[in-house]
């Protein structure tokens, strides 16, 4: 059986579209413990170690199965940048980098029997157009506390996708989890069809 390790529906949507059967088991991790000040310097590596991690929370539990974790870290300016908590702090981390450009890294790990077996990480590269306060009023009047849940305080495979001048990056890296090298790695371990 096929277990994703997150609560997260934009995850969840990416392995319903892509015809994945799964089951949720959200993983309970101390992220905040993973992200040294060490850690931090690195964006990449830190989003395939908490990927890792909540993969391996959930294999202890389920040792039989494949499981799926994932997580995703936004660097902006020199910096990582964390979920907004209001929408307040939204609105003015949405104004801080309006026409400049961000990165989501996006990390992916796949356990079994309590042991990572595979882990990879992508990026996406996002230019975000120098929206007016009109704009941004309005999309977070349209969005509301759903965009709570994005780190970016946006959800491109909505509304969201009006905020940006250019990407570049697969769409299922920028919602969360790079799909196509997780396919293949489901593949190559028989948890999915070949």
């Known amino acids: 059986m096929i277990v994703l390790a997150s609560a997260s529906a934009a995850r969840r949507a990416i392995l319903d579209q892509a015809g994945v059967d799964f089951v949720v088991d959200p993983a309970d991790v101390d992220e905040a413990a993973l992200k040294t000040p060490d850690a931090r310097r690195d964006p990449a590596r830190l ?98 506390e759903g965009l709570l849940a994005s780190v970016g305080c946006y959800r491109i495979e909505g509304r969201g996708a009006q905020l940006f001048a250019h990407v570049e990056g697969a769409q299922a890296t920028i919602m969360g989890m790079p799909l196509w090298p997780l396919l293949e790695a489901l593949r190559a371990h028989g948890a999915l069809p070949a």
């Open 47 to 144: 989003s395939v170690t908490l990927a890792e991690a909540k993969a391996l929370d959930v294999s202890g539990r389920r040792p039989d199965d494949w499981v799926i974790g994932s997580d995703q870290i936004l660097s902006f300016d020199g910096g990582l940048v964390s979920k907004a908590t209001s929408l307040s702090e939204a609105r003015t981390r949405l104004q801080t980098m309006r026409g400049r450009e961000h990165v989501l890294w996006s990390g992916v790990a796949l356990a079994q029997g309590g042991r990572v077996v595979w882990s990879d990480r992508d990026a996406a590269r996002m230019t975000m157009r120098d929206v007016s306060d009109a704009f941004l009023d309005a999309y977070l009047a349209a969005e509301g």
